[in-house]
């Protein structure tokens, strides 16, 4: 079976399937929004209930904790892949992906991502939606962008997204840039080739909190991707087994001592095999828009 990733876009020229080739530890991911019901939350930060199902993924031993209260990951947890065989159709989209610039690479791999670690702040995700994919979409972004800027840090939050990141195990991405690519959308998203991210710069977080800055999630809907769905119909596999995409949709509300503002947000998540953890962690986060 002969496919190649053009005749796809051709089809619909808004689509940017999320294996496009990848620079610095991120890929350009422009997808569309998929069309359809999905898992819905409606409150607070951290209160998604999903119905769990069983993962191939192992651990053993208990994650140490500091006596701060950061909880770090168990540094004997590996994520379990797969050894996928190579079909024509697989060649032939590795072939349409090409392969890393060694300056991309180099860039990616000179950056230095925080330690992974949970916090009171940013506690890890439940373990009731780590092994279902809508759930764990859902409960991502409501950590991600749930704030209170003067009592929580950027920091910690970088720290958290690290406890909770997974590989991006597409070809042509090196190994020891696979790790980062959730960091790269986050602190860097021009180096993958993205237009903005939803963390805050320093400066910016640091001038938030002195506005006494809060930030509230609601109504958030996570859907799978359907261009993704079309990838995968016509032949794409990675040795990741987890590895999938949602569209995440919501309303995000800002409030300070003068002002509230309330926006519709979106953003595309990639979502594979936690690197920390059972279950699903993220291993990128794109197309994030800010609309009234």
Known sequence: MKFDLHDLYKANPRVFIAVAVVIAAGFALLVVKAVGTGAHHTGGPRSAQVTTSSTSTTTSGSAPTTPSGVTAPNPNYHPT???VPQTPALQQIETNLGGLSA???AAAEALSPPAPAWSTAYPAIPTSVRN?????????????????????TRSELLAWSQAEAAAELFPGIPKAVAPKGL???????????????????AGQWSADARAG????????LANPDAQWGTLVSKGFQSDDPLMTMYDVTGVLTTKDANASRTQHFTLVLGLGSALHHPGFGAFSIAEWELSS
């Open 81 to 83: 892949y797969q050894s």
């Open 103 to 105: 300056q991309s690479v």
């Open 132 to 152: 279902d994919a809508n759930g764990y979409a859902i409960a991502f972004a409501d950590e991600l962008l749930d704030r209170d800027y003067r009592h929580q």
């Open 183 to 201: 960091y790269v959308s986050l602190t860097e998203p021009s180096l993958a080739d993205l237009t903005a991210s939803p963390l805050p710069t």
């Open 213 to 220: 800055m809060n930030q509230s999630v609601y109504s958030v």
